[in-house]
């Protein structure tokens, strides 16, 4: 049982939304509890994942191998490492948080867990994959059911973009000046993702199709391109870029963040969540899971790029963030501006940032899933995102202005939150490589603060408008308990940090080791084993330490 | 050129598929004439009736691996071409089942109809059969001429009859090109038989002789710059005709294509493969762009037509064993996605009457099982994963970066994008807006199965396509040997040791 694992965490969601098909609309508590019950399937073999994974171990574990076309040399390669068990279990909490905050949705309620339910085992494909065909495939099928989860539940943002008026249609930003994509901001977004998404993800598959060709093996598989595909001059260079900035747009690295902001304010909340969660991991995964695997040469020599581009991000989707009015584009922001200490974290290739860049996905999945979750109460509650016409909504709703307090202290890196470990380990394993790179980091950590702040007292604190004065707390047991679930996750990981610390770093030294270490093809005396347990090579005195802590 | 005609009963067996269903034609035509009371819905399922037989005949031979040639070379039987009778035949059959309820609109002749579709699909059986020159003129012909007749088939519509004297025209003058381009041939190499020009010099004559039949095929399968009938000849056809026009000959002419570029020209690979890659480009490129700026839903798979041509061009320019397969794959996964897309098409043109987009708002409302139908439909068309369009894609490109030809790939990747842009339109418009009218689209059988099968195709090729890959691969085994080094059995997949 224990060896399928992976399968049922992958397919329970499928299993579920099939079966979705077949359940009548009207009958709305079958809905649901198909959806949360195959969800809830997920949730726990997930949690079985996780603490079953074998850090001791380390390399890939869980490995399931179903040949899927001989042709072509693809499989069904299914496999997680240290870095992969993580996020499939932010994943699997995401997804079952996200079922319960749109419990309440009624517009085709059945087709919105069909689709997230896809959406959600289709990141969680990513996140397992070990052929390089299957990764590509999970990741592009996660896109479409964005499309229409933004399309038919989403909201309009009418006041921010001014993306319509009275006589029409008026101001656009640059892509929509070019293409009319939609008459109004939701369906903008929503084909902006999808074609931004896409374009540049078909720049990824050309990053994969010129591996497949010139490692000259006929196969897709990462594990046997890892060992047995050397790549050097142009070309490496050529299909480093390709697969770095085909997934990193996603992700999203700052001059391809466009999309991302304009997607969360316009989706429903359970979809911000799982967009902001998870969905933009699969960006900084697919870089590590590829490049960092397959071209390790290159990534050591192109990876300041990322360093660079990563101030952009940290700088610039902090200011947008703060002059944001809309609750939505204030965390949609803040969103891409942590993803640049991602970017940061796995930049400087060192054991301890990239450890740290990896926990930080998992702590920014629960941050960012409880405020979006929040921030989806509120505008179900007072059908508004503007901040400066809300206010004192602490007096209706106390539950949620004390998650909210929680969760802002999250994102900004409390101690206590499993974000505060994330945040030290980047900025502590960067310092040797990048100084300038954290002192713009630990800038950003107070710009985070400033605009957070901001948020949260315009939202729940100073005089309350009469017209909200009907709005309610969430009292039910299912809308407090994802809330509950997320707080409790980030809060436990961040006081008992040990296991989460020792599986992202069995997924790690490997990686870190075979990256820093690898010497050019030409002078390669013979193959280096990698597969038995890296000794980290001690560099700095923070590795030293490092390497004291339990594993 | 000795031909010899005297048949043996080994020899029958190779040409039975086409003698039954000649046959059986004739009796379906015969039971018209003979029963005027007879319900044409009976007419049609007795049509189907036979094309299932013959299907069943072809699925003997395949297993038992029947092959052969007949008059001396002009007809050939082997699993290539099987393959493409097979895909014809099932493509013929769904037309049928789709046509049951559109015939009442034909004020006359509505039992020929029947008739002719599968008369049409005879003579494209032919077609995938034909080895020299004169059997492609011929059957080509063959097939062509029930068309003409179906194309124009609503007598009392203009656009019917336009659509029908632009397909006649050109038709015409294709036929023309490719009768000359036939004589350039035989004048300069004195051979007929495809497989006996391999060793012919490239003189001027021959290239112009050549070239003039890839423009006359080019005319069938709608590759820019020989695709101008297939907008106005799909808008105004009637829509079955439409679906049939979009599937069966481009499947035909591209059996064709495949004998006569690999076989007869095996050794001038270089010099045609440019030829193929810049139809290919412009194909691709010019049918998705014009394809942004439709609003009536078959002017826009018309295009996209178009374009998906451009896409299998890309597995004829790779040139190799590896490229036919995946021509064969990515015929198949265009068969099911694009008649099922005019299945719904047909549903939603028989209720609203209106084949414009704007008319598709709201149908997930409307009706939540045709526009879901629809949805897979338009991504597989767009190749989307899990949905078969997205294999066939990735299989062509595969086969095309191994012989590198990456600016090919390149423009198809770009063009995937673009394409991803107007099929979305589509799905905007049934899921996202809302509709004016909500009253509900009632579907009916024979529409109903010829989505489920579709829908059955795209999902499951999509899913587990290798029994699917390995029937393609078994269908093209001829071209193994023909080809140069480069296109040698690849070696097989290096197993992961641990």
Redesign the interface.
């Known amino acids: 049982m224990a060896e399928y694992t992976l399968l049922i965490i992958l397919f329970a969601p499928f299993v579920g939304a099939l079966a979705l098909i077949f359940v009548s609309n009207r009958q709305v508590s079958l809905v649901r509890g198909v959806a949360a019950g195959s969800a809830f399937v997920t949730l726990v073999a997930s949690v079985y994942l996780f603490y079953a994974y074998d850090p001791i171990k380390g390399g890939y574990q869980f490995i399931q ?1 179903i ?7 693809i499989s069904l ?1 299914l496999g997680v490492d240290g870095i992969g068990t993580p996020l499939v279990l932010a994943s699997g909490i995401l997804l079952f948080a996200g079922i319960f905050v749109s419990w309440h949705i009624k517009d ?1 309620m059945k ?1 919105f867990y069909i689709w997230i339910l896809i959406l959600a085992a289709a990141t969680i494909g990513v996140f397992m994959s070990l052929d390089l ?1 299957f990764l ?3 990741y ?2 996660s ?2 059911p964005m ?2 989860l933004l ?2 539940w989403g909201s309009h943002t009418k006041k921010y973009l001014e993306m319509t008026d009275p006589d029409g249609l008026k101001l656009r930003d640059s892509v929509g000046f070019i ?1 009319n994509f ?1 008459a109004n901001s ?2 903008y977004a ?2 902006k993702l ?2 931004f998404l ?2 540049f993800a ?2 990824a ?2 990053g994969i ?2 591996i ?2 010139f490692s000259g ?3 897709f ?1 990462i ?2 391109l890892r060992e ?1 595909a050397h790549f050097s001059g142009p070309l490496a260079t050529l299909i480093w870029l390709l697969i770095f900035f085909g997934f990193a747009s996603i992700a999203p690295i700052w001059p391809l963040h466009s999309w991302s902001p304009v997607g969360h304010a316009a989706a429903p909340a359970a979809t911000s969540m799982l967009h902001a969660g998870v969905l933009m991991k699969l960006g900084h995964f697919s870089i590590i899971r590829v490049a960092f695997e397959i071209l390790p040469e290159t990534t050591r020599e192109l990876m300041p790029i990322a360093a660079v581009l990563c101030i952009f991000s940290i700088i610039y989707g902090g200011l947008v963030a703060y002059y944001a009015k809309d609750t939505k584009y204030v965390i949609g922001y803040s969103s891409s501006s942590h993803m640049g200490y991602v970017f940061l974290g796995m930049a400087a290739l060192d054991y301890i940032s990239l450890s740290g860049a990896v926990i930080y996905m998992f702590a920014h999945a629960m941050a960012t899933g409880m405020l979006f979750a929040m921030a989806g109460w509120v505008y179900d509650q007072t059908h508004t995102r503007d901040i400066p016409s809300l206010g004192g909504l602490s007096n209706r709703m106390p539950f949620i202005s004390a998650a909210f307090v929680i969760g802002c202290m999250a994102s900004i890196g409390m101690p206590g939150t499993v974000n505060f470990i994330a945040e030290v380990m980047i900025i502590v394993g960067s310092w040797n490589k990048y100084p300038f790179q954290v002192v713009v980091a630990v800038l950003g950590i107070v710009l985070t603060m400033a605009y957070l702040f901001k948020m949260m007292r315009g939202l729940f604190y100073g005089s309350m408008a009469e017209k909200y004065s009907h709005s309610h707390d969430a009292v039910a047991v299912v809308d407090r308990m994802p809330l509950l679930i997320m707080i409790m996750v980030s809060v436990s990981f961040g006081i008992f940090p040990g296991h989460l610390y020792s599986v992202v770093r069995s997924g790690v030294d490997p990686l870190i080791a075979r990256i820093t270490r690898v010497v050019p093809v030409a002078e390669q005396p013979t193959h280096i084993p990698l597969a038995s347990s890296p000794i980290a090579p001690v560099s700095a005195p923070h590795e030293a330490i490092a390497k004291v802590t339990p594993r | 050129m000795n031909f010899s005609l005297t048949l043996s009963a080994s020899d029958l067996v190779l040409l039975l598929p086409e003698l039954f269903l000649t046959v059986w034609l004739c009796v379906v035509l015969a039971v018209d004439f003979s029963f005027k009371r007879i319900v044409q819905e009976q007419l049609a399922y007795l049509t189907i009736l036979g094309l299932m037989m013959t299907l069943a005949c072809l699925a003997w031979f395949d297993m038992t691996g029947i092959t052969g040639t007949l008059f001396a070379k002009m007809f050939v039987v082997d699993r290539m071409a099987i393959f493409f009778k097979v895909m014809i035949l099932l493509a013929t059959i769904l037309v049928i089942l789709l046509s049951i309820d559109y015939v009442h609109r034909f004020s006359f002749f509505r039992g020929e109809y029947y008739f002719l579709v599968a008369i049409s699909a005879l003579g494209m059986m032919f077609m995938t059969s034909a080895n020299d020159l004169l059997s492609l003129f011929v059957t080509l012909e063959f097939a062509t001429f029930g068309f003409y007749v179906l194309v124009s088939y609503l007598r009392d519509d203009m656009a019917s009859n336009e659509a029908g004297l632009k397909f006649f025209i050109l038709g015409v003058f294709a036929a023309g090109l490719l009768g000359y381009g036939i004589s350039l041939v035989y004048g300069e190499t004195g051979k007929l038989v495809f497989s006996d020009m391999t060793g012919a010099n490239p003189t001027t004559g021959l290239v112009i002789g050549f070239l003039l039949i890839f423009a006359a095929l080019g005319f069938k399968i709608g590759a820019v710059p020989f695709h101008s009938w297939i907008p106005d000849t799909y808008h105004g056809a009637p829509t079955p005709v439409t679906a049939f026009l979009s599937i069966a000959p481009k499947v035909a002419a591209f059996a064709i294509l495949l004998r006569l570029f690999l076989v007869a020209l095996g050794t001038f690979k270089p010099a045609w493969a440019l030829l193929i890659v810049a139809a290919s480009i412009l194909s691709m490129t010019y049918g998705n762009i014009v394809a942004i700026a439709q609003r009536n839903i078959k002017r826009l798979l018309a295009y996209s037509g178009i374009a998906q041509v451009g896409n299998v061009l890309i597995g004829l320019a790779a040139g190799t064993k590896m490229g036919t397969d995946s021509i064969l794959f990515y015929l198949l996964t265009y068969l099911f996605a694009n008649l099922g897309a005019f299945a719904v098409i047909m549903a939603i043109s028989n209720s609203l009457g209106s084949d414009e987009i704007d008319d598709y708002r709201g149908l997930n409302r409307r009706s939540p099982f045709l526009a879901f139908a629809m949805l897979i439909f338009l991504l597989s068309l767009a190749g989307v994963p899990p949905l078969a369009g997205f294999i066939g894609k990735l299989y062509i490109f595969v086969a095309a970066i191994k012989e590198g030809l990456y600016t090919l790939i390149t423009v198809g990747l770009v063009n995937i994008v673009v394409s991803m842009y107007y099929y979305l339109i589509v799905v905007k418009k049934m899921y996202i807006n809302e509709p004016l009218d909500s009253s509900p689209i009632k579907t009916t059988g024979p529409l109903r199965a010829v989505i489920y099968v579709g829908l059955a195709g795209t999902l499951v090729i999509g899913i587990y396509p290798q029994p699917f890959l390995d029937w393609a691969v078994s269908a093209t085994l001829m071209f193994s040997n023909l080809l140069g080094p480069a296109a040698s059995i690849p070696p097989p997949a290096t197993p992961f040791g641990g």
């Open positions: 191998r040949e899927w076309s001989r042709q072509l040399g390669h085709r087709e065909f590509y495939f999970f592009e099928m896109v479409i499309y229409l399309g038919m293409f939609g939701k369906e929503a084909m999808v074609l896409s374009a078909v720049a598959l050309m199709l010129l497949y060709k093996l006929n196969t598989d594990l046997v047995k």
